[in-house]
């Protein structure tokens, strides 16, 4: 399908469009929807197992909710045995944060082909505005969750094309413009926690939701007011095509691979993807959250991660600038492994944590934590965002959209594996629990490890060159 796209003119005006700090104006009614929008759904994501195993699946509650007994029946059909409040909950919450990874296909198709992007965003929004406020019900919580991944699907994908659109093909600002609007999402996993986590934790657990379902409203008013300063949307015809080249030999096997390695980049992540799982169950009895006084929302921890993250991505950024200014820098997949590698000593800490824990039979200091999250977020810098530039540069010639979506996959996998991973806490010495991860992440690295070896020639950046250069 050839498209036919109307926005030339816009793009030719785009490099005198500076009225947003340099930028497009456009540019700044997205990052400002964004933000309110990864407000409602990290605020509400680091609430739900902590609200399902604290609230809504305790006696006098769960009975409430509509569609529970299906639900339930559906865990405990698929393990084959009765699942405790915590595995159930943790497995829905797997379920749901892998979902969240696959929706957004729908939400683009639905976009491209029917409504368009800005009627696809709005929708989307739309859904997660009742889906938060839905939330704070429980009879109306599978309800909630189904409005929920629905709305992120039309709404996220869709948001990050539109900010691609303010720039013209060869517009120098376009990287710093990702930039901007990828600050508001970090600001928003940092600020939501201690928010929403400090209503629910501390005075309700409903308003949380509250919370999150009114940062979406704002959301979405901020994006109905810049309405007319997105891009406009790419016409396309009936019976239009686009003329794609075919697939190599050489082609297929990348591909091939590509998709062997996301069970394997699946098992790497769970470090990291744990955090809005069993970790905060878990570090709620281990950790001592008592500050001068205060007590803090174990919700807020996951705000720490944030500003730890955000802090070691521009370490490690530097580092590798400054590594490529004097060595040979390594190429992606080598950088996954040593990420892999660093990041699997996040739960090693844990596991001493564990240990102390246990023996002291007294919760330990928060230090324990920050020795966890600085370790897991040096490596998870190295790991999917590196990940994401593998995939797209190794994927074949006009494939790199639908390999860029293929990545993501692993994301549900791993998040659908954390679900059963986190339903095992409790079932085993908390020490072990935490090596469990390890060694499941040591075996990644070593996987990937091989991959790099058995198959340079299909994946390094230089042989894909040569091959370039002599087809």
Not at 190 to 213: D, K, M, N, T
Not at 349 to 356: I, K
Request: glycine share 10%.
């Amino acid at each position: 399908m050839t498209v036919v796209d109307n926005t030339a003119g816009a793009s030719a005006r785009n490099p005198r469009d500076t009225a947003f700090i340099g930028h497009p104006i456009g540019l700044g009614w997205l990052a400002a929807s964004e933000f309110w929008e990864r407000f409602a759904y990290y605020g509400m994501q680091t609430l739900l197992v902590l609200y399902m195993t604290h609230w809504l699946f305790t006696p006098g509650h769960v009975e409430h909710v509509w569609g529970f007994p299906a639900l339930r029946g559906f865990f405990e059909w698929l393990y084959g045995k009765s699942l405790s409040p915590l595995a159930l909950a943790s497995n829905i919450n797997g379920l749901y944060a892998g979902l969240v990874y696959v929706t957004p296909l729908g939400g683009g198709f639905l976009a491209d082909r029917v409504i368009g992007r800005t009627n696809a965003v709005t929708v989307g929004a739309l859904l997660m505005v009742a889906g938060g406020f839905l939330m704070a019900l429980d009879a109306t919580f599978i309800v909630a969750l189904l409005c929920l991944l629905i709305g992120v699907g039309c709404f996220k994908g869709n948001i990050a094309s539109q900010v691609g659109d303010l720039y013209a093909i060869n517009d120098k600002r376009r990287a710093d413009g990702f930039q901007i609007y990828f600050l508001g999402i970090q600001l928003a996993v940092i600020i939501s926690p201690l928010i929403c986590g400090y209503l629910s934790q501390r005075v309700e657990w409903h308003l949380g939701f509250v919370a999150a379902g009114a940062g979406m409203s704002l959301g979405l008013l901020i994006y109905l007011m810049g309405r007319r300063t997105f891009p406009p949307e790419p016409l396309r015809r009936k019976g239009d095509h686009v003329e794609r080249p075919p697939l190599t030999a050489h082609d297929w096997k990348v591909v091939i691979l590509l998709v062997a390695l996301l069970p394997v980049l699946a098992v790497s992540i769970i470090g990291n993807q744990e955090i809005f799982n069993a970790y905060l169950v878990w570090g709620e009895k281990n950790f001592q959250t008592v500050i001068f006084g205060f007590n803090m929302p174990i919700t807020w921890i996951v705000s720490v991660d944030a500003f730890v993250s955000a802090i070691t991505m521009v370490g490690v950024i530097a580092f590798w600038r400054w590594f490529g200014r004097h060595w040979k820098e390594p190429d992606e997949i080598t950088k996954i492994v040593i990420g892999v590698a660093i990041s699997a000593l996040g739960p090693l800490v844990l596991a001493g944590c564990a240990a102390v824990a246990t023996q002291t039979h007294h919760p330990v200091p928060l230090y324990w934590a920050l020795g966890f999250h600085i370790l897991n977020d040096i490596g998870f810098s190295n790991v999917l965002p590196v990940g994401l530039a593998l995939y797209s540069r190794a994927a074949p010639k006009g494939l790199g959209g639908m390999m860029i979506a293929v990545y993501y996959v692993h994301l549900f996998i791993g998040n659908t594996l954390i679900g059963y991973l986190g339903g095992l806490l409790g079932t085993m010495p908390d020490t072990a629990f935490w090596l469990m991860h390890v060694v499941l992440m040591a075996i990644s690295a070593a996987v990937l490890l091989a991959a790099r070896f058995a198959f340079a020639s299909w994946l390094a950046p230089a042989a894909e060159e040569a091959q370039l250069a002599t087809s």
